[in-house]
């Protein structure tokens, strides 16, 4: 069939084939000839917006999302969501709101228990989660802004009871309030929804989200989760650098806690400097953006140094592939305790 025969139904089946097997700039390529068929099309506006956001033209996405929305303005809440991926502080709060709405709408229509309820009410949660996390960080000074994140919290709570970034993210709210138990409570109930979960269970958060779970953790001092999470960690992928800058930083930890014996402080200070080095050793081999972060691995390695001498260095073998290769022992002492 030749270009110019080409109709929007010809074209929509290989822009998803394109995004389906992602080749963007194939797919934007249809896209854009669609849309001088059809400019003013709704749902092209918007999967032309989303293959802008995968070719991070970010303005032309947002403009296309916002078109798309003057078009059909009161049905299809994903350009919605992607409207407030694109956008900042209150507007951002203000389209992932008006995207909760229509969802929270088209959820009353459907069982309580059918598989689409279930799926609108994770996505509703997760919305409500975007807005919280706006106003503790780029609307924090706003006065309404704890108000807010609790009104927030609380309908996602009511909205998907076993969603657990719901829990962890009521965690960092409490001790942004310093009510430090209440956190605690609520890292303990966000870890009881997936903890004894199997490997590749949906119910499982993404690994970046576990890394985070495991910062927070440490804040409130629950080495014991922190640890039971890095060990989940490292089972599945132990090539990261924040994986051995967290356990460095958690056997540091237990290493300040005065009321234990000596002997045992001075392990925990070992397998410390033990994962810290890892850490280090592989932010040479595969890069990190969070420049901080080996900064703080090297102040901690220095500060260990100090108490507990280091014996002679063992050279760590680095993989063919460029991988750091662990023998089982060091598996084993990354999660003992």
Same mark, same amino acid.
């Given at each position: 069939?030749?270009?110019?025969? &080409?109709?929007?139904? $010809?074209?929509?089946?290989?822009?998803?084939?394109?995004?389906?097997?992602?080749? &963007?700039?194939?797919? #934007?390529?249809?896209?854009? /000839?669609?849309?001088? @068929?059809?400019?003013?099309?709704? $749902?092209?506006?918007? =999967?032309?917006?989303?293959?802008?956001?995968?070719?991070?033209?970010?303005?032309?996405?947002?403009?296309?999302? @916002?078109?798309?929305?003057?078009?059909?303005?009161?049905?299809? &809440?994903?350009?919605?969501?992607?409207?407030?991926?694109?956008?900042?502080? /209150?507007?951002?709060?203000?389209?992932?709101?008006?995207?909760?709405?229509?969802? +929270?709408?088209?959820?009353?229509?459907?069982?309580?228990?059918?598989?689409?309820?279930?799926?609108?009410?994770?996505?509703?949660? *997760?919305?409500?989660?975007?807005?919280?996390?706006?106003?503790?960080?780029?609307?924090?000074?706003?006065?309404?802004?704890?108000?807010?994140?609790?009104?927030?919290?609380?309908?996602?709570?009511?909205?998907?009871?076993?969603?657990?970034?719901? #829990?962890?993210?009521?965690?960092?709210?409490?001790? *942004?309030?310093?009510?430090?138990?209440?956190?605690?409570?609520?890292?303990?109930?966000?870890?009881? @929804?997936? =903890?004894?979960?199997?490997?590749?269970?949906?119910?499982?958060?993404?690994?970046?989200?576990?890394?985070?779970?495991?910062?927070?953790?440490?804040?409130?001092?629950?080495?014991?989760?922190?640890?039971? =999470?890095?060990?989940?960690?490292?089972?599945?992928?132990?090539?990261?650098?924040?994986?051995?800058?967290?356990?460095?930083?958690?056997?540091?930890? @237990?290493?300040? +806690?005065?009321?234990?014996?000596?002997?045992?402080?001075?392990?925990?200070?070992? $397998?410390?400097?033990?994962?810290?080095?890892?850490?280090?050793?592989? &932010?040479? =081999?595969?890069?990190?953006?969070?420049?901080?972060?080996?900064?703080?691995?090297?102040?901690?390695?220095?500060?260990?140094?100090?108490?507990?001498?280091? *014996?002679?260095?063992?050279?760590?073998?680095?993989?063919?592939?460029?991988?750091?290769?662990?023998?089982?022992?060091?598996?084993?002492?990354?999660?003992?305790?």
């Amino acid at each position: 069939m030749a270009s110019s025969n &080409y109709t929007v139904e $010809d074209l929509i089946p290989r822009i998803q084939q394109n995004i389906d097997s992602m080749e &963007y700039p194939m797919a #934007y390529a249809f896209c854009n /000839k669609a849309l001088e @068929l059809e400019p003013q099309n709704p $749902d092209l506006l918007e =999967v032309t917006g989303q293959v802008e956001m995968e070719l991070e033209k970010f303005a032309e996405a947002r403009q296309h999302m @916002l078109n798309a929305i003057q078009q059909k303005p009161d049905s299809g &809440y994903s350009k919605y969501m992607y409207l407030g991926q694109l956008s900042i502080e /209150k507007e951002a709060i203000e389209a992932f709101e008006k995207g909760v709405n229509i969802m +929270v709408d088209e959820r009353r229509k459907l069982a309580n228990d059918s598989e689409e309820a279930r799926d609108l009410s994770s996505k509703i949660a *997760s919305a409500l989660c975007s807005m919280t996390e706006i106003y503790l960080t780029d609307c924090c000074f706003e006065p309404e802004a704890e108000q807010k994140c609790e009104e927030y919290l609380l309908q996602a709570q009511q909205t998907d009871p076993e969603n657990s970034e719901v #829990y962890q993210l009521l965690a960092s709210v409490r001790l *942004s309030q310093a009510r430090n138990e209440d956190a605690q409570a609520a890292l303990q109930k966000s870890m009881e @929804l997936w =903890v004894n979960k199997e490997h590749g269970d949906p119910a499982i958060p993404i690994y970046d989200s576990r890394l985070a779970l495991v910062r927070l953790l440490l804040e409130l001092n629950m080495h014991e989760h922190a640890f039971t =999470v890095l060990e989940g960690l490292q089972k599945e992928n132990d090539q990261v650098v924040d994986l051995w800058y967290l356990y460095g930083w958690t056997y540091f930890c @237990l290493g300040e +806690v005065e009321s234990r014996p000596a002997d045992e402080r001075q392990g925990h200070w070992e $397998d410390a400097r033990d994962c810290l080095e890892t850490a280090v050793k592989l &932010y040479q =081999v595969i890069g990190s953006d969070d420049e901080a972060m080996l900064e703080h691995a090297h102040e901690l390695i220095t500060t260990i140094n100090q108490v507990v001498p280091p *014996s002679a260095p063992e050279e760590e073998e680095i993989g063919g592939d460029g991988e750091v290769d662990f023998d089982d022992d060091d598996d084993d002492d990354a999660m003992e305790m």
